[in-house]
């Protein structure tokens, strides 16, 4: 993935932005559109927007503290964004749940009364989705997450949340056993093929 074969780059320009503060806009460019897309994701809309903005708030204000020995630029991004959500979890939970409430009772709409069987399937499988999730431990949801929507690897994972990697899987696959159990041993979570060649 892109944070791997950047990552030494990555460690430059912020090593450089210590000296030279524009310089940290390069990490901003390259990493704000997938780490808010992640944070939109986990808290919607404009907490999502909140999340990514103060992360690379955050991020530049503790420049000099990153330890390039302790994981990848991506991964310490990606690490201070899932603190932030974490001290917003009870809205990230609610969000799962409210939306589980919503999608089970849809408004009717006289334009679409006849919706195909693949729609309500589909349906069905995104409330048990959303329920799955909001029922997570909240490390386990972080694990998978950054995973799943964050894109990133176990390793990357690991040194995000500050745990070691064997935990990272402990976590995921916990989280997946409990998803899969929710969609009748369906795995949604797992890689499609496109995604596991450019992995």
């Known amino acids: 993935m892109g944070g791997l074969e950047t990552s030494e780059d990555d460690v430059a320009v912020l090593l450089r932005s210590r000296g030279e503060p524009d310089c940290f806009a390069e990490l901003f460019e390259r990493y704000f559109t997938g780490l808010h897309g992640y944070a939109s994701r986990r808290l919607d809309g404009p907490g999502g927007d909140d999340v990514a903005a103060e992360t690379f708030l955050i991020a530049f204000r503790q420049r000099d503290r990153f330890d390039p020995g302790r994981g990848s630029v991506r991964a310490w991004l990606y690490g201070i964004a899932t603190n932030l959500i974490r001290a917003r979890r009870r809205d ?5 749940l409210a939306y589980a409430r919503a ?9 679409h009364e006849e919706q195909t069987t693949d729609r309500v399937a589909a349906a069905a499988a995104r409330n048990r989705i959303v329920a799955a999730l909001a029922g997570l431990s909240a ?16 390793e990357e994972t690991a040194a995000a949340l500050g745990v070691p990697v064997g935990t ?7 989280a997946r056993r409990k998803i899969r159990a929710a969609l009748d041993d369906v795995d949604p979570t797992r890689p499609t093929e496109r995604t596991a060649r450019h992995g």
């Open 103 to 111: 999608a089970a009772h849809p408004a009717a709409d006289p334009m």
């Open 139 to 154: 490390r386990d949801r972080d694990a998978l997450l950054l995973v799943v929507w964050g894109e990133l690897s176990h």
């Open 168 to 174: 990272v899987g402990s976590r995921v696959h916990r």
């Open 92 to 96: 990230e939970a609610q969000g799962y």
